[in-house]
């Protein structure tokens, strides 16, 4: 194996070189035809956020659960580039691809250590992990495998898609660079795997799992392991944080106040009304309806924003105005801003934001969740033995 001298990637938010929209096309046309689909927009399941009534989901069917980084969303598509050299993709939610410099990573067949994939897509989340030191290492967390060297495994149970991830993938992956440490250093990115636990095992999650994370984290995922892959909002893949991590993306319109010209202005000859650009605006939250037009975003609400919190988004000398923005409900209930989310193109569905709202006001502290967990044991099992007694 030779080195490579693009080294790490340094922003997960720019994970390589963003193709122009007519490169994409391709590309996406490629991914189109090996999931089978018929649409064009991001082929990624979006979870749903945990409400009270999921306990009784978890008690009826068998769920993983792993913890929910705090990282950023990609697909990951493997292919081979018209050199016929390998390939890197990461597919953002906006269904843009983001191209990883060629030789950066290489992940190897189980045929061959030179051998790579071709038409395989992966699910996860790309995250910097402090390896100490101060140093920040990127890695790729796979969760979901939805195609493997051409194979479409959506419609597969979750625990076959992720056994041939670790079988024909990951374990190769690992094979090698124990092999030949002194490569890592130079991949863009280290490819790793979500620990996943059977849904009963939250304690493990919380006093094991996350504890020991060398990333952020901001909540845990359950994953029905009998559902198949489902592009778009998936009942069956649910989200749970604290209530009072619950965030909501929108898109906000700022509205400054008008000042109208006192004298001093009129000697000047300024006679027109002018806006206050240094003060804090007047901050408008829009909730996605769906769709393109003039009606597609709907007024939800205001934002409350403090003089230092605008001073500081001021210091990003940045456009403002229009962008989709992630905001969390703080104790009096007002809703605030956290991030920009640059990487959607469109703020939460309005279906969407009323579930995030019924989690904040119907919300399981993490408390109940532990509670619940002997519950959904106690039906794991019995399914289980039934399960025996008939087969």
């Known amino acids: 194996m030779a080195s490579d001298n693009s080294g790490p990637l340094q ?12 490169e994409a096309a391709g590309l996406r046309q490629d991914v189109q035809r090996l999931l089978g689909r018929e649409r064009w927009d991001f082929p990624g399941a979006q979870p749903v956020s945990f409400a009270r009534h999921h306990l009784k989901e978890l008690r009826s069917k068998d769920y ?22 390998e390939a890197h993709f990461m597919i953002d939610r906006r269904n843009d691809y983001w ?35 101060g140093r920040k290492e990127p890695t790729y967390l796979v969760f979901d495998c939805l195609a493997l060297d051409g194979q479409n495994l959506m419609s597969r149970e979750l625990p076959k898609r992720l056994g041939y991830f670790k079988e024909w993938i ?22 790793g795997m979500k620990e996943m636990q059977v849904a009963y095992g939250i304690e493990m999650m919380f006093r094991e799992v996350i504890k020991n994370l060398r990333h952020g984290n901001d909540g845990l995922i359950f994953t029905c392991l009998g559902s198949e892959y489902k592009p778009g909002t998936d009942p069956h893949i649910l989200k749970w944080k604290a209530a009072d991590e619950n965030t909501v993306d929108f898109r906000w319109k700022l509205d400054w106040p008008l000042l109208q010209p006192d004298e001093e202005d009129l000697a000047e000859g300024w006679t027109e009304p002018y806006k206050l650009y240094h003060d804090v605006p007047q901050i408008q939250i829009l909730a996605y309806h769906g769709g393109n037009g003039p009606d597609s975003y709907r007024p939800f609400g205001e934002m409350y924003m403090t003089e230092e919190e605008w001073e500081e988004l001021k210091a990003l ?7 989709i923005v992630e905001a969390y409900m703080d104790e009096q209930k007002r809703w605030r801003f956290y991030r920009f989310r640059d990487d959607k193109p469109n703020g939460n569905h309005i279906s969407v934001i009323k579930s995030v709202l019924e989690s904040i006001e119907d919300g399981v502290t993490k408390e109940e969740l532990l509670g619940a967990a002997k519950g959904i044991r106690d039906a794991w099992k019995e399914r289980q033995q039934a399960q025996s007694r008939r087969g």
Do not use: W
């Open 11 to 22: 922003s997960i938010d720019a994970p390589g070189i963003k193709l122009p929209n007519e």
């Open 64 to 85: 993983y659960v792993c913890e929910k980084s705090d990282g950023i969303r990609y697909l990951l598509y493997l292919t081979v580039d018209p050199s016929g050299a």
């Open 99 to 133: 191209y990883v410099s060629t030789g950066s990573t290489h992940i190897p067949t189980t045929k061959a250590e030179e051998g790579f994939h071709v038409n395989t897509l992966l699910d996860g989340e790309l995250v910097m992990d402090d390896v100490g030191d």
């Open 170 to 191: 990951y374990n190769p992956y690992k094979a090698l660079y124990k092999k030949y440490p002194t490569e890592r250093p130079f991949q863009a990115y280290v490819l």
């Open 317 to 323: 000398n940045e456009p403002m105005d229009e962008r």
